[in-house]
């Protein structure tokens, strides 16, 4: 499963259960939004992230990194947004039009071959999410019960 099904899976997902998508991004799509590091004078896009999907609910938003295979380093990217404040400049900017309270940052990725390995990641992100073969979801982690 290519990284694009994963996170069009997600987005057929989240807008079927009352999720606003406020943007995506897969490989190749040009849709994105890049959200830069708050120090100024930054490089064009260097150091600079682009989320696979945010999405809002209620004063919930949602930041998925999606994969088509288990890779840790993406893992800690994620628990970098989280135990940061780099990019709460953009992340604030992205968000002005929302009411949100809660920001959580989490993975997706195809639910056969990779579950295994991304239960032992727990401990760095806030979600992780699956998807089958057949597009299926399945929340496989939530650290906070009730965000999906």
Same mark, same amino acid.
Request: proline share 3%.
């Given at each position: 499963?290519?990284?694009?099904?994963?996170?069009?899976?997600?987005?057929?997902?989240?807008?079927?259960?009352?999720? *606003?998508?406020?943007?995506?991004?897969?490989?190749? +799509? #040009?849709?994105?939004?890049?959200?830069?590091?708050?120090?100024? !004078?930054?490089?064009?896009? *260097?150091?600079?992230?682009?989320?696979?999907?945010?999405?809002?609910?209620? +004063?919930?938003?949602?930041? @998925?990194?999606?994969?088509?295979? @288990?890779?840790?380093?993406?893992?800690?990217?994620?628990?970098?947004?989280?135990?940061?404040?780099?990019?709460?400049?953009?992340?604030?900017?992205?968000? +002005?039009?929302?009411?949100?309270?809660?920001?959580?940052? !989490?993975? !997706?990725?195809?639910?056969?071959?990779?579950?295994?390995? +991304?239960?032992?990641?727990?401990?760095?992100?806030? @979600?992780?999410?699956?998807?089958?073969?057949?597009?299926?979801?399945?929340?496989?982690?939530?650290?906070? *019960? #009730?965000?999906?």
């Amino acid at each position: 499963m290519r990284e694009e099904d994963v996170t069009k899976a997600i987005i057929h997902w989240l807008t079927k259960n009352r999720w *606003k998508i406020v943007c995506f991004d897969f490989p190749q +799509s #040009g849709t994105g939004i890049f959200l830069h590091p708050n120090n100024e !004078g930054a490089e064009k896009n *260097k150091n600079s992230i682009n989320p696979d999907i945010v999405a809002v609910r209620d +004063s919930i938003c949602v930041f @998925f990194e999606n994969k088509d295979r @288990f890779y840790y380093p993406d893992y800690e990217k994620i628990n970098r947004l989280i135990v940061n404040n780099n990019y709460s400049n953009a992340i604030d900017k992205l968000l +002005s039009a929302y009411s949100i309270d809660n920001i959580y940052y !989490g993975i !997706g990725l195809p639910i056969e071959k990779h579950k295994r390995k +991304s239960q032992q990641s727990t401990h760095v992100v806030d @979600f992780i999410i699956g998807v089958s073969e057949d597009k299926d979801i399945s929340v496989l982690y939530e650290a906070y *019960k #009730g965000i999906f």
